[in-house]
């Protein structure tokens, strides 16, 4: 029995760049956290837009309990990122592996 497939979450928020990272130190010499595209837009819609996690599910195309997910699993990396001096690295649906 395989899982069932991962619904389509519409995104419409765009990257500022690659990555965000402390200042003074090259990427490639810091730990690199992805934060995956969903996850961003989720942080975007609860916590800059001021939505609900029902207003953001709606928004993107996924149920309640699914923003709830991804918004801790998103705060979590951001809070390490931010409290340990890691990079968070913008990562693309399709760049999955």
Known sequence: MSPRPKKIRRCRGEFCG??????????????????????????????SEAMTQEEAGRSMGVSRGT???IITVARRK?????????????VDESEKV
Do not use: M, S, Y
């Open 67 to 69: 923003i709830q997910r």
């Open 78 to 90: 951001t809070a390490q990122a931010l409290t340990e001096g890691h990079a968070l690295v913008f």
């Open 18 to 47: 690659r990555a965000f990272k402390p200042t003074g130190t090259p990427l490639p010499e810091l730990k690199q956290i992805n934060l995956h595209r969903d996850e961003l837009e989720a942080l975007r819609l609860c916590d």
